[in-house]
């Protein structure tokens, strides 16, 4: 899997802009959903990649052992009990609470997140879909506490990290670790299957630091409603319920968000972006300043070798 040198000084086309005073419109994508080969094995099924192409995500049951999980919920707390963490810049929290929303970065922060990240189940996954050697585009743990966890509107991600982060293409995969269950009603992720399919144009202007704002409630590169309505009129509205230890795979464009949780599950999960190699982040097309390096690699872009992990104190994947 060759990579080739792209060009990071700003000068790269936008074949996808949005924000930029324009009418918000759906325009079909101009990149391909996998790009691997259709010729060649993979580590999932081959009629799994073919789901995910169609629809624009995938739920993986089973991918980690309760063990697994146990080990990493230690982790997850941890993280939220550490104090230092939650008075530092990656630590976010709820609108109008002091509930830890989400750790930014935890693959640099923590040592068993890295090891996770590293983790061929996931990394692996993402270097075939991607068929280019990868690299963390950004990291998280998403809390969702029970009772006040807020919602998540929603968004393609692809859009935000176009146009905030200066990702030039859909070359980059999301992968969410279920840590707790998912149930219907504790503020699932919801996904549009198909909607990978079109870029959401939207409008308005993005605010110079509008990641300060917009971690806690985005309200910018938020589709309009009625470019929303057609979405979800042709491919309806699928809630990513699962045990502990499933993965949620989804394509970087693929339209998505959850409820507010004021049920007394939480909802936890990790978050990793894996972003092809050729695809690096050049300068924003919004023309602003780069968000932190916290919330997207730039300086720090580290091509990540898939390998079997110990994520418990007994078992080391093979």
Known sequence: ???????TSGGAEDIYPSRCGIKAALVERQDPVVYASSSEGGPIDRSLVKQYDRQGFLVLENVFSAKEVAYLRRELDHLRNDERIKTSQEAITEPGGEDVRSIFKVHKISSVFAKLAN?????GLAQYLLNDRVYIHQSRVNYKPGFRGKEFYWHSDFETWHVEDGMPRMRAVSMSIALTENFECNGPLMLVPGSHRSYAICEGETPEEHYKLSLKKQEYGIPADENL???VQQGGIVSATGKPGSVIVFECNTMHGSNSNITPFPRSNVFFVYNALNNRVVDPFSGLAPRPEYICSRAEIEPIEP??????DEEVHE
Do not use: C, G, Y
């Not at 390998?307 to 418990?312: G, H, I, M, N, Y």
């Open 119 to 123: 983790d061929r189940r996931l990394a």
């Open 307 to 312: 390998q079997s992990v110990k994520l418990s």
């Open 229 to 231: 309505r057609e979405m």
């Open 1 to 7: 899997m060759a990579t080739e040198d792209i060009d």
